[in-house]
């Protein structure tokens, strides 16, 4: 059981918009930065925003982070097949437990 | 070019130990946190824990699931985070990723910027 919760799969077409949720609580999400990661199959997860809404270089603006309250949501436009991979939130939870926190996964199959 | 390469992982029985490096290059290591972050097979991801740069007293942190069994330390001269893991579960069977973790504490409070660089992981398996 993630302390991040998000929903463990989407689907939508290519060049649709699709969105993928992320739910936590005042002690991590509601109190800090929430990040997003990429994992094409077989690799290593990348990078794709941090602090709630920002893009490192290198990562197209069709990918935007939003965040309000405990919840944070991750878009995604102009679908491509290679969009295809699973999806991680992460953000530090201040609890007694200190520490990174990672939602679930969310796998998005471009259709 | 920023670059983490793992290395150290393996077939390990349950009850033993062993450690894993991550050899950093392209940047300052010394000026960074570095945390460790391990895949399941089949599962999502699960930080494992985190050390500070000296700029932050190098303390560390841990998740409940490893404290007391691993520790992080690092070699900043060398440019190499570790992570020792003891008294090994079949539970621990992992990808092990090493990541670059960018953050910034003042007035108590830990601010995460997310983890910015991964090496390509290396697999420890506990099995008898």
């Known amino acids: 059981q993630s302390v991040l919760t998000q929903p463990p799969s989407v689907s939508a077409a290519p060049g649709q918009k699709v969105t993928i949720s992320c739910s936590g609580s005042?002690?991590?999400?509601?109190?800090?930065?929430v990040s997003w990661y990429q994992q094409l199959p077989g690799t290593a997860p990348r990078l794709l925003i941090y602090?709630?809404?920002k893009r490192p270089s290198g990562i197209p603006d069709r990918f935007s982070g939003s965040k309000s309250g405990t919840s944070a949501t991750l878009g995604i436009t102009g679908l491509q097949t290679g969009d295809e991979a699973d999806y991680y939130c992460?953000?530090?939870?201040?609890?007694?437990?200190?520490?990174?926190?990672f939602g679930g996964g969310t796998k998005l199959t471009v259709l | 070019e920023v670059q983490l390469v793992e290395s150290g992982g393996g077939l390990v029985q349950p009850g033993r130990s062993l450690r894993l490096s991550c050899t950093a290059s392209?940047?300052?290591?010394?000026?960074?946190?570095m945390s460790w972050v391990r895949q399941a097979p089949g599962k999502g991801l699960e930080w494992v824990g985190f050390?500070?740069?000296?700029?932050?007293?190098?303390?560390?942190e841990y998740a409940a699931s490893v404290k007391g069994r691993f520790t992080i330390f690092r070699d900043d001269s060398e440019s190499i985070a570790y992570l020792q893991m003891h008294s090994l579960r079949t539970e621990d069977t992992a990808v092990y990723y090493c990541?670059?973790?960018?953050?910034?504490?003042?007035?108590?409070?830990?601010?995460?910027?997310?983890?910015?660089?991964w090496g390509q992981g290396t697999t420890v398996t506990v099995s008898s």
């Open positions: 990541t670059r973790d960018l953050f910034i504490e003042a007035a108590g409070f830990h601010y995460d910027y997310g983890m910015d660089v």
């Open positions: 392209g940047f300052t290591f010394g000026d960074y946190g």
């Open positions: 050390i500070r740069s000296k700029a932050y007293g190098g303390t560390r």
């Open positions: 005042s002690s991590n999400i509601g109190n800090n930065y």
């Open positions: 602090e709630n809404n």
């Open positions: 992460g953000t530090w939870d201040s609890s007694l437990s200190a520490g990174v926190v």
